[in-house]
């Protein structure tokens, strides 16, 4: 027998007085299979409620204590992983650390043995949920006449099941009806006690029971303040790793941003467009009698301001209407170092309203400055 569960059987015929426990040799072999996989059922249900009493204890040590234990351990959300991972992240504390990477590690167990319950349960019969009130004979009386007994013949039936009337709301009772005999196995299931310790404990005296259950009521409001004001903590710490995260996502944002904005000026031409004379006026460019064109004393990075991204295009080109002229005479392109036919192609309109610049030597131009300087 399992070491929380209970179980019986009968055969529906035998006497009152060969009523007996799941070892008599005489039980179907089919009860037999049916109860041991309720008993591992129940034992691997008793080692998860253990192993996640244990994960509830982290889990309030870290700061976490908004999931709550109950007769139905539940594991950790994809969402509530995924907060604990970005505080494991951040958390500087050792200490913390470690006990937030336990809970981590923990996980996979927790979910191991989660697996191992369901995988025993679904061999058997789903099991039936005693409520407040409930008894096990009234159970499997009901059971009974469900598969077509009399209600006299169940209760022959029963009468040669020593079936006791204490029973817990939450316990699961699993019936089995194989060849007309009966067995039956009853687990925690969602109760706060297990069958064995309610059948240890002594009958609750009737003198008293008003008032230990106001004293349980208050004691439970006060524990239930106390849990609404860790969940509320608990809040407030999601609200601040949800801010965090999205200032990370967004400053990531900007950087990607920033390192496209850098990458598209390394192969950019940076380029100024103007008419010689006024560009030779201010000083950004010098076109000497003797010698190549070169910048001037005012040649400043701001002055560039348009850009030809080189890795999608290789043309650019200038329009007289754009400078105030009535016509494009001559384009200069400075510095001289650039040589036409070379490093570049100019291309005049037949009715002088435009100038095209193919680049050829698109590496030479990467990242550089150029003026064109144009001529009426």
């Known amino acids: 027998m399992g070491r929380t569960g209970r179980r019986w059987w009968m055969p529906s015929l035998l006497l009152a007085a060969s009523a007996t426990f ?3 040799q005489r039980e179907d072999p089919q009860i037999r299979a049916l109860t041991e996989q309720a008993a591992q059922a129940d034992e691997a249900s008793q080692q998860l409620r253990q192993a996640w009493s244990a994960q509830f204890k982290r889990l309030a040590l ?7 234990l109950d007769a139905s351990p539940m594991l950790l959300t994809p969402a509530q992983k995924r907060a604990l991972e970005a505080r494991l992240r951040i958390e500087k504390d050792s200490s913390r650390r470690g006990l937030l990477q336990e809970v981590l590690d923990k996980e996979t167990e927790l979910r191991t043995l989660s697996d191992r319950v369901m995988d025993l349960k679904a061999a058997l019969p789903p099991p039936e949920i005693a409520q407040a009130n409930d008894s096990h004979y009234g159970l499997a009386l009901r059971f009974l006449q469900g598969r077509g ?6 209760r022959k039936a029963l009468s040669h099941v020593p079936l006791p009337e204490r029973m817990a709301p939450g316990f699961e009772v699993y019936h089995f009806y194989v060849h007309g005999e009966y067995g039956t196995w009853v687990s925690q299931g969602g109760a706060a006690v297990s069958p064995r310790e309610l ?7 009737l003198p008293g029971q008003r008032d230990a259950a106001v004293a349980t009521s208050r004691r439970l409001q006060k524990q239930l303040g106390v849990l609404e004001r860790q969940k509320r903590e608990i809040e407030r710490e999601i609200s601040t790793l949800q801010a965090e995260q999205l200032g990370f996502l967004e400053g990531q944002a900007r950087l990607q941003w920033e390192n496209a904005d850098q990458l598209a000026r390394l192969n950019s031409l940076h380029y100024l467009v103007g008419v ?3 560009l030779e006026k201010e000083g950004i460019i010098e ?7 070169h910048s001037g004393p005012t040649w400043r990075d701001a002055a560039f301001t348009r850009h030809l991204d080189l890795r999608t295009g290789t043309t650019l080109v200038i329009r007289a209407q754009e400078l105030g002229l009535a016509r494009i005479g001559k384009v200069i392109v400075v510095p001289g170092s650039y040589t036409a036919g070379e490093h570049y192609r100019l291309t005049l309109s037949a009715d002088g ?3 095209t610049v193919e680049l050829l030597a698109l590496p030479r131009f990467k990242n550089d400055k150029v003026v064109f300087a144009v001529e009426d």
């Open 22 to 24: 799941v070892t008599c």
């Open 62 to 68: 870290v700061g976490v204590r908004d999931l709550r």
């Open 149 to 154: 007994l009399s209600e006299e013949a169940a």
């Open 199 to 205: 059948d240890r404990r002594e009958p609750d005296p």
């Open 276 to 278: 010689r004379a006024a």
């Open 287 to 293: 076109i000497p009698l003797f010698g190549l064109d």
């Open 353 to 355: 309203q435009a100038a």
